[in-house]
């Protein structure tokens, strides 16, 4: 049960924040920036009225904002070059797992497979 509060309580704070404050972005370094903030609100709202920090369960949470670049930026996929006019800005806390799915290609890719690398 603990573990699934905080889990809501961390996922809401974390979207909520950035919900209100996405329109505030105007470079991937200010995103990058709302994201580390809306990771330290989760935290928080996972805490918040709590007696005893070992009272509150634990989490994993990914999450991030899709973005339209100003600029496309080229990408090397697998030996063929992208014009990526999108990029997905997130960041990871535990073992959490994403995946992108290209229409294109009708396939998923693996955005988080250097979290396990040499586990």
Excluded at 3 to 12: F, G, L, V
Excluded at 18 to 25: G, K
Excluded at 81 to 109: L, P, T
Aim: proline letters at 2%.
């Amino acid at each position: 049960r603990k573990p699934k509060i905080a889990a809501q309580r961390a996922s809401d704070a974390f979207a909520e924040y950035l919900l209100e404050h996405h329109h505030e972005a105007t470079t991937t370094h200010y995103v990058a920036r709302l994201i580390t903030r809306a990771f330290s609100l989760a935290h928080y709202n996972i805490i918040l009225g709590a007696e005893e920090i070992w009272d509150v369960g634990t989490t994993t949470l990914l999450g991030g904002l899709l973005v339209e670049l100003e600029e496309p930026l080229k990408e090397d996929r697998d030996g063929e070059i992208i014009e990526c006019n999108w990029a997905y800005i997130w960041g990871c806390v535990g073992d959490c797992k994403g995946f992108h799915y290209s229409v294109r290609q009708d396939s998923f890719r693996d955005i988080t497979s250097a979290n396990r690398m040499g586990t």
